[in-house]
């Protein structure tokens, strides 16, 4: 089985742009999570999709946002750039939500703010 | 709010020589706990989990961790480190109220020395 794959796997923007990720879970897997990976604040949870539904989301500003398609892969969009922003965007598929497998997380996407 | 510590940034040891990277955590109800492995520019790589029974896990690649729950300590080990063995590693705790939202620990550098 294919792993979970995420495009572009690097990219660069200027302050005050906007980005589009895109995440592909595994197959048959129907829970995607998303993760921002910085040195300073570590491994932050950012939101969890669930058929197409937005089940939780973490404590970001409202310029990041997802959203989840019917063949479960999911992108997320940052507006309005900031330097802070540059981290390792981590996308992780699981088989259902609120069960006991693990997720399974794809390479991420560096994205570096200029 | 569900949680994990690492006290040690980094942990050094000697191939051959046993392999512990120290984890506590703080749940409300039970937890269900896991370990990844980061190497560089990569993603999360699950070694393994704990949701009930056995205190002592086994994982992938000879790693295993030990449940404790008067200690609430999860501490990951490898009987003979390896220098591939070097890596990041994060514990982390599954949000129990519904949803796979992982909180992860700093993370501990490994670093195995020949």
């Known amino acids: 089985k294919a792993g979970v794959t995420q495009t572009p796997r690097y990219l660069i923007k200027t302050r005050g742009q906007q980005v589009t990720l895109s995440c592909s879970p595994i197959?048959?897997?129907?829970?995607v999570s998303w993760y921002q990976q910085t040195p300073g604040q570590g491994l932050q949870f950012l939101f969890e999709?669930?058929?197409?539904?937005?089940?939780n989301k973490g404590n970001f500003p409202g310029r990041f946002s997802g959203r989840q398609f019917s063949n479960s892969r999911s992108e997320m969009n940052v507006s309005t750039l900031e330097l802070g922003d540059s981290a390792l965007y981590l996308c992780?598929?699981?088989?259902?939500?609120?069960?006991?497998?693990?997720?399974?997380f794809g390479p991420g996407t560096r994205l570096t703010v200029l | 709010a569900q949680s994990v510590a690492q006290p040690e940034d980094q942990v050094n040891v000697a191939e051959g020589n046993p392999l512990t990277v120290k984890c506590t955590y703080s749940?409300?109800?039970?937890?269900?706990l896991f370990w990844y492995v980061q190497y560089p520019n990569r993603g999360l790589q699950f070694l393994l989990k704990y949701i009930t029974g056995d205190n002592l896990v086994k994982g992938s690649y000879g790693f295993e961790a030990e449940f404790n729950k008067s200690q609430t300590s999860f501490h990951l080990k490898k009987p003979s480190a390896l220098v591939s063995d070097s890596a990041l590693y994060f514990c982390a705790v599954r949000d129990p109220y519904g949803n796979n939202r992982l909180a992860f620990g700093k993370g501990n550098q490994v670093v195995v020395i020949p």
């Open positions: 992780a598929s699981s088989l259902e939500v609120a069960d006991y497998n693990e997720q399974f």
């Open positions: 197959s048959g897997h129907r829970s």
């Open positions: 749940v409300s109800g039970n937890p269900y």
């Open positions: 999709y669930f058929s197409e539904t937005q089940r």
